[in-house]
């Protein structure tokens, strides 16, 4: 199960940083995504990290803001939030899948609750 935490309400230009944790099963071997679902609109990828973390993929609309980064020893996956705008008001998932990171959430087989993350102007 995947558990991700450290949403809140938080001002244009700050930071935030997301946690998803595992529980009952090792993500260690796991390729990990963080994806975001705003009101009304599709689910989309924001980040994503090789099993070994030596390889990310992050989207072009949060490019130089934020950062994904994992500690395999924790069981822990992190999206550092940076100089949030209005536009990142989203729900924010954690995935894991095998083999690549891949865009597409429907390649994802394990995903956790969600946390809320709102940034007001």
């Known amino acids: 199960q995947l558990q991700a935490s450290g949403g809140g309400l938080v001002q244009a230009g700050g930071s935030l940083r997301l946690s998803c944790a595992a529980s009952?099963?090792?993500?260690?071997?796991?390729?990990m995504g963080w994806f975001r679902q705003a009101p009304g609109k599709e689910r989309e990828f924001v980040a994503g990290?090789?099993?070994?973390?030596?390889?990310?993929v992050v989207a072009d609309s949060v490019k130089g803001r934020f950062t994904i980064s994992r500690d395999r020893a924790k069981n822990t996956v992190y999206l550092q939030m940076n100089s949030l705008k209005p536009e990142d008001t989203a729900v924010y998932y954690c995935?894991?899948?095998?083999?690549?990171?891949?865009?597409?959430?429907?390649?994802?087989?394990?995903w956790g609750q969600g946390t809320l993350v709102t940034v007001s102007s």
């Open positions: 995935a894991g899948r095998w083999g690549a990171i891949l865009t597409a959430s429907t390649t994802y087989d394990y």
């Open positions: 009952g099963r090792t993500i260690s071997n796991y390729d």
């Open positions: 990290i090789r099993w070994t973390g030596g390889s990310t």
